[in-house]
């Protein structure tokens, strides 16, 4: 299954989107009509990884505006109401993230503040319990297979994080991208031991989003195949996931691709680098654009719009 995309400024693109037709079929001819639940914001594009599979341009060799101050990101939050997510690049990097999210707490004490981390810094037990009492909601936590992860010491910190968080009572919203399907096999172990503090997976097959292309295509239908779920999914906020039930847990299945709102999915709003706004698996592939300088007056123009 192809998706084929047209665009005055950028010329002509072909995206591999499925390798099962009939999968994709029944997860698309369906209504979607969720919004969407949270407003990702990244703090800073800086990271202190280098991940090979990064999907929000993290560290990149193009130049971003200056990083947005305390102040003005406290102005963006307040413009939005309901949940919000701190991402990045790593927002741990900002020194003064206890203080963005007391702010945001502050603003709305209704609305669930979380960050989207790798959990390097979470290691540390006394910063996972200073961003608690910040008013931290939960942790949206990248934690992969070793296999996957750039080095053992990168596994291991992520792991006491996850540690951390269930010590100090703080849930945990767990991400795992996988470049292979064994990759999965070890989630059953992790979940075993902290699966009281995981509230929600996010199981997501690696997209060339980063520097580097994986060497083999993953989409959704070859993970719930591998998982034996072939009858057994319920429809995601979109055609590119759905869910299934492994492990006692409710897991959200993953493959993205760019450009998508021409399939009209539904995602997480998501603030990109000329402070338009715009689907966020979309928003990445525009700052790509934007930063690289091609059509940068035509997206102004737009509003952010391809």
């Known amino acids: 299954m192809y998706l084929y995309l047209k665009c005055g400024a950028h010329g002509s693109f072909r995206e591999q989107v499925e390798r099962d037709p009939a999968s994709f079929r029944k997860r698309y001819e369906r209504k979607y009509e969720k919004g969407p639940a949270h407003f990702v914001l990244p703090v800073t594009y800086r990271c202190n990884l280098k991940c090979s599979n990064c999907y929000t341009l993290s560290n990149w060799m193009k130049s971003f505006p200056p990083e947005r101050t305390l102040g003005r990101l406290s102005e963006i939050i307040k413009m939005r109401a309901g949940n919000v997510m701190l991402a990045g690049g790593e927002p741990t990097v900002r020194e003064d993230l206890p203080l963005l999210i007391r702010t945001a707490k ?7 503040v979380s960050i989207a981390t790798n959990g390097q810094k979470l ?4 910063y996972v319990k200073e961003l608690k ?4 909601d939960f942790v949206f936590l990248s934690h992969n297979d070793r296999q996957y992860e750039i080095s053992d010491e990168v596994f291991l910190n992520k792991t006491a994080a ?13 991400s795992r991208t996988i470049d292979d399907l064994s990759q ?6 992790l979940l075993e031991k902290y699966g009281r503090r995981v509230f929600n997976v996010t199981l997501r097959a690696a997209k060339p989003f980063g520097p580097v292309t994986p060497a083999r295509q993953l989409f959704v239908s070859d993970i719930v195949t591998y998982l034996g779920r072939e009858r057994e999914w319920t429809p995601g906020r979109g055609p590119f996931n759905c869910y299934v039930r492994l492990w006692g847990k409710l897991v959200k299945i993953c493959s993205w691709v760019y450009d998508v709102k021409r399939l ?10 000329n402070d338009a706004i715009v689907p966020f698996h979309r928003g990445t592939k525009m700052d790509e ?7 940068l007056q035509s997206e102004r123009a737009t509003g952010g719009r391809l």
């Not at 654009?289 to 059509?295: D, E, K, N, P």
């Open 106 to 112: 502050e603003q709305d004490p209704k609305r669930k």
């Open 123 to 126: 290691r540390s037990i006394e």
């Open 133 to 136: 009492e910040s008013g931290l």
């Open 162 to 174: 996850l540690e951390n968080c269930r010590k100090v009572g703080l849930p945990v919203w767990l």
């Open 184 to 189: 999965i096999d070890s989630l059953e172990e």
């Open 264 to 273: 009209d999915p539904i995602d997480d709003d998501y603030l990109i680098s």
């Open 289 to 295: 654009t934007i930063l690289s300088g091609r059509g």
